[in-house]
């Protein structure tokens, strides 16, 4: 298993760009200093146009609390190159971080 960093930077919403190559994701750890918010996904085949994951026509958008492992199993990745982590959504609002946050994805 990796711990891949994700990065949000105080007073933003969205993460650092981050390959994931051929990795299976499995969940993310969420930082203690979470401002309470979903967390949605943005996806990138080619590491420079990133996009909202959207599953059934609908925005992806998983409840999460701050120090806490988030369980991203079922979410299937496969296909893509890099992800970039947001808090909030387009559908519901992003919520920007109060503090910089680290979002540990766990892959195998």
Do not use: H, Y
Request: hydrophobic content about 45%; some cysteine; proline content about 3%.
């Amino acid at each position: 298993m990796a711990n891949i960093p994700f990065v949000i930077q105080a007073g933003q919403s969205l993460s650092n760009a981050v390959s994931i190559g051929a990795s299976q994701v499995v969940g993310v750890i969420i930082d203690p200093n979470w401002t309470a918010a979903g967390l949605s996904v943005l996806a990138s085949a080619n590491g420079v146009d990133f996009f909202s994951v959207q599953r059934s026509g609908n925005e992806l958008v998983e409840p999460v609390n701050a120090n806490k492992w988030a369980d991203l199993s079922k979410c299937d990745f496969s296909g893509i190159a890099s992800l970039k982590l947001q808090s909030g959504s387009l559908t519901n609002g992003l919520v920007n971080q109060t503090q910089t946050v680290t979002l540990g994805l766990i892959t195998t």
